[in-house]
Nanobody, 116 residues
Framework: QVRLVESGGGLVQPGGSLRLSCAAI????????MGWYRQAPGQQREMVAT???????EYAESVKGRFTISRDNAKNTVDLQMSNLKLEDTAVYYC??????????WGQGTQVTVSS
């Protein structure tokens, strides 16, 4: 069983920055993929960025060059540094992890609001 605890959401003006953090509390699972997804009102949940245990990253086209995902395997944490935020980045952001046994886990979500 894995529990994901997120922090760092909030309100920011367009062009501003925020950093999201997620800590995975896991006793027996090794986490292969960790990442961030988001869901805006009335829209489907979408992948924002993922990172494998070996460090390979993947980003949604809409955030490339603005967001950076990083991971600390020893601490089981994953962070998302968001810069040059846009109005369309407003959403609930969810931490996600997939174990080596292909079990998928979700955090409770943290609100990011970009508004002037």
């Amino acid at each position: 069983q894995v529990r994901l605890v997120e922090s760092g959401g909030g309100l920011v003006q367009p062009g501003g920055s925020l950093r999201l953090s997620c800590a995975a509390i896991s006793q027996f699972e090794d986490l292969y993929v960790m990442g961030w997804y988001r869901q805006a009102p009335g829209q489907q949940r979408e992948m924002v960025a993922t990172i494998l245990s070996g460090g390979r990253t993947e980003y949604a086209e809409s955030v490339k060059g603005r967001f950076t995902i990083s991971r600390d395997n020893a601490k089981n944490t994953v962070d998302l540094q968001m810069s040059n935020l846009k109005l369309e980045d407003t959403a609930v952001y969810y931490c996600n992890a997939v174990s080596t046994r292909a079990m998928r886990y979700w955090g409770q979500g943290t609100q990011v609001t970009v508004s002037s």
